[in-house]
């Protein structure tokens, strides 16, 4: 799987969209960018994926580069809720397996 | 409630000593994970199973051990010769095919002293 790099830290005022970046400059033709994000002390959540066009959830939005090379993930009015710890993941989507490989991070804190 | 229910939240053992993580599952998952976190890291691929009677080490299966019995379960056995064992342990699973995303437990805290 491609590696990705991101900043270690992020700060947002409560209320404005909150953009986080990510690079994957190796990423291959058939791998997908994957968000999830790490709440202290809970599991992962999944929040949003894709891989050539730009993806909305109920959640946030994923904006990828037209080489791919790039993502951002937007949320769009940021809460104190949504302080954590966000991973971008790039990996094949294939049927017999599903492994995340997991950096470090981004540590994205919304202040009030 | 559908979920993963991992038990109990928080573990305390002794050196030595084997311990077993419980990990359950009611989504009707096919694949199921271990991971482990470290303070201030991300997480690491203990072992995996894609399917009843079937698992694979991943990235740090040394000292650990796994069975996968029944599609919704998956317990963890952390052994003696973990050299370090203390850590946050979450399971995961999905449903197989692609790209499905994994749904996380609330985590087992291992402190073993």
């Known amino acids: 799987d491609a590696k990705t790099t991101q900043p270690t830290s992020m700060d947002c005022a409560e209320g404005r969209a909150a953009n986080l970046p990510c690079n994957h400059s190796?990423?291959?033709?058939?791998?997908?960018v994957y968000w999830y994000r790490q709440i202290h002390s809970q599991g992962p959540q999944y929040i949003i994926h894709?891989?050539?066009n730009n993806e909305t959830n109920e959640m946030a939005s994923l904006i990828i580069t037209e080489d791919r090379k790039s993502s951002t993930l937007i949320l769009p009015h940021a809460t104190l809720r949504d302080t954590a710890v966000y991973y971008c993941?790039?990996?094949?989507?294939?049927?017999?397996?599903?492994?995340?490989?997991f950096g470090e991070g981004t540590q994205l804190t919304v202040n009030p | 409630d559908g979920g993963i229910t991992q038990s109990p939240k928080y573990l305390f053992r002794k050196e030595g000593q084997n311990v077993t993580l419980s990990c359950e599952q009611n989504?009707?998952?096919?694949?199921m994970y271990w991971y482990r976190q470290d303070p201030g890291q991300g997480l690491r691929l203990i072992y995996y199973?894609?399917?009843?009677?079937?698992?694979q080490k991943g990235d740090i299966a040394e000292g650990y051990s796994v069975s996968r019995e029944k599609k919704e379960s998956f317990p963890l056995t952390v052994t003696s010769a973990q050299k370090n064992p203390t850590a946050f342990y979450l399971c995961?699973?999905?449903?197989?095919?692609?790209?499905?995303?994994?749904?996380f437990g609330p985590g087992t805290r291992l402190t073993v002293t």
């Open positions: 894709g891989l050539k």
């Open positions: 993941i790039v990996r094949v989507s294939e049927t017999s397996g599903s492994r995340l490989t």
């Open positions: 199973s894609q399917i009843v009677n079937d698992f």
């Open positions: 190796t990423i291959s033709g058939n791998e997908y």
């Open positions: 989504l009707n998952h096919d694949a």
């Open positions: 995961a699973s999905n449903l197989a095919g692609a790209p499905n995303e994994q749904y």
